[in-house]
Structure formats: structure tokens, C-alpha cells
């Protein structure tokens, strides 16, 4: 896989994680009934919900995203307490919406600065996996990092085996996804969970997408082998309403990464908040620049790949 390409790909895994939040979070806590009476599908960027969003805007689950990224391109590094401070700083300003255990894994580490929380029976949410697109870039190239740093982060607030679980497949996903993965590779994963995680089975899908991690990647893992689009997948994870925008945003990562930047809809691209979507791609470039992959080249290219996004916004 060329350079450039896996750069854009990198940028359409972290674009497609900021589209799929706003885009779900007009359908989140709806059932499939309410949204087809309200919007007979729902395909469009047009905020709402019950966050009552401005179109475009994003949620926890891109903004929780951006604080990882952040701390990572600023330490260069692997940083784990960078990330948990972002946390806090975020947490202070307010966010429009904050996961009940994040919110309790915080305060945590504001009140004793440990960067793990115990093994919880009641961690198994999403909301550890609704983050792992900036650290799946940041470690592209080396599948035991991915683990690693999985777990870390995923621990900052999360700590049960299925968070655990459901984080390192999306992100080896992800990963594979941008390197040319098709979709067999991909379900090879996803197998291998199941084999660990019988809970993860998906192949008789009852419809359910709550906030349970088994239930959103069973929701995500359905809808990316069953269409052939990042559109339809999208479109399909959303319309099944539950934890909408995390089952938007995680199958936003996956898609993007596997169908590429060319295949996410211009009109999802311009109606997402500009200030976001000029950040995620940029952090997306920083973050496989930082990876073992571009590192193990950097002696015979110098230069700081990129690439140039501008045209594709227009
Ligand atoms: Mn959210
Ligand atoms: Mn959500």
C-alpha cells in the first residue's frame, strides 16, 4: 500500500468516526419505529435528537477521540497520563454529553491519579471502544502496541474483559482495514472474537444496539458485512437507533478506513462542523506519522508525508 494512500485512509477512519456520531446522534435513544415514523430513513446530517444538535455538530464520542489524539501528537509519544488530563479538561468544559463511567473514571483520576479503575461487572459500555480510532493510527504498523495501548486507554474508564475485547478487534480492523484488508480479513477478526466472546455472535441479529458493547459491535459488525457502501453502512447502523451515535461513530471507523476517503458522501463531508473536520484529519496525518509504520521508512524518506485535503472538501 502506497503512502498516500494509507494516509487517507487513516483520515477517512477518524473522519468517518466524527460523521457517523453526528449523523446518529439525531436517531440516539429512538427505536427503529419512531425513526421511520419521524424520518422514514434517515440519511442526512441534520443534528436534533435529544441533545438538540446543531447539523454538523459531534458528540463525546469524537470529542473524547480528539482529546486522545491531542495528547498524542503533543507528547510525540505514547502519553497516558497526557490523555487522562485531556479528559479532565474536557469533562471541566462542559461537554454536551459525558457516558456515565467516563464520567465516574475521571473523577477517579482527578481524585487519586490512577490510570487504571478496577475490574467492574458494570463497565461493559461502548465508551471505551468509541475511542480507538486515534490509537489504532498511532500504532499502525505493530499489532502488540495496539494491544498495549488498547487496553491503557480503554482502562482510563473502562475495565472489563468485553471493553477490553470489543477495543483491540475494532482497532486491529481498523488497522487492517488501512492496509488493504479485504473483507474476509476482516471477518477473521471479528471470528476471533466470537471464539473468545460467544456474546459477540452476530450472525442472527436481533436488532438490539444499546450501549452494551455487545450489542453496538453486533449492531456495527452487521451493518459492515452486510452492505457493500460506507453510505449504506452507515445509514443502516443509524436507522437502528439505540446508542446511535457510537454505533455510528465505530462503524464509521471501520467503513472509512475499509472503503476509503473517496467513498464517504461529499455531503456528510461538508455538512460536518468544519473546525472538527479540518482537526480530525489533520490529527489523522500526525497520528500514522508518529506510527512504527512510517517510522521503520523514515530513513529513506525524510520528508513528513501528507496529504493534501483541500480539494476533496470542495
Ligand atoms: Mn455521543
Ligand atoms: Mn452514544
Given at each position: ?199 459477540f455472535r452476530f450472525n442472527k441479529y436481533r436488532g438490539h444496539a444499546g450501549g452494551y458493547v455487545v ?100
Amino acid at each position: 500500500m502506497e503512502k498516500n494512500e494509507i494516509l487517507s485512509r487513516a483520515q477517512a477512519a477518524f473522519l468517518g468516526l466524527a460523521i457517523g456520531d453526528a449523523l446518529g446522534a439525531t436517531t440516539e435513544f429512538m427505536t427503529p419505529g419512531e425513526i421511520k415514523a419521524k424520518h422514514k430513513v434517515h440519511r442526512k446530517i441534520i443534528g436534533g435528537g435529544w441533545l438538540g444538535l446543531k447539523p454538523g455538530r459531534v458528540t463525546d464520542d469524537t470529542e473524547m477521540s480528539l482529546s486522545i489524539a491531542r495528547a498524542l501528537v503533543t507528547a510525540g509519544e505514547w502519553d497516558l497520563q497526557g490523555i487522562a488530563d485531556n479528559f479532565v479538561t474536557w469533562m471541566r468544559g462542559k461537554p454536551i454529553d459525558i457516558g456515565s463511567t467516563c464520567r465516574k473514571g475521571i473523577r477517579e483520576y482527578m481524585r487519586k491519579g490512577t490510570l487504571e479503575v478496577p475490574l467492574n461487572d458494570w463497565d461493559a459500555g461502548n465508551g471505551a471502544v468509541m475511542r480507538m480510532a486515534p490509537v489504532a493510527l498511532f500504532t499502525l504498523g505493530d499489532e502488540a502496541l495496539l494491544e498495549t495501548c488498547s487496553l491503557a486507554q480503554a482502562r482510563l474508564t473502562h475495565h472489563h474483559p468485553l471493553s477490553d475485547s470489543a477495543c483491540v478487534s475494532v482497532g486491529q480492523m481498523v488497522q487492517q482495514a488501512i492496509l488493504g484488508a479485504d473483507r474476509f480479513q476482516l471477518h477473521a477478526i471479528t471470528r476471533d472474537l466470537v471464539a473468545r466472546h460467544p456474546n459477540f455472535r452476530f450472525n442472527k441479529y436481533r436488532g438490539h444496539a444499546g450501549g452494551y458493547v455487545v450489542e453496538t459491535m453486533q449492531t456495527v459488525f452487521h451493518y459492515i458485512f452486510t452492505t457493500a457502501e460506507f453510505e449504506e453502512c452507515l445509514v443502516g447502523v443509524v436507522n437502528q437507533g439505540g446508542d446511535a451515535d457510537t454505533t455510528g461513530a465505530i462503524a464509521g471507523m471501520i467503513a472509512g478506513a475499509f472503503y476509503g476517503l473517496d467513498a464517504i458522501p461529499r455531503k456528510w463531508l461538508r455538512k460536518l462542523d468544519p473546525s472538527v473536520r479540518q482537526e480530525v484529519a489533520e490529527m489523522a496525518v500526525r497520528l500514522v506519522n508518529l506510527s512504527p509504520l512510517m517510522e521503520r521508512g523514515r530513513g529513506d524518506s525524510p520528508q513528513e508525508a501528507s496529504v493534501e485535503l483541500s480539494e476533496k472538501f470542495a
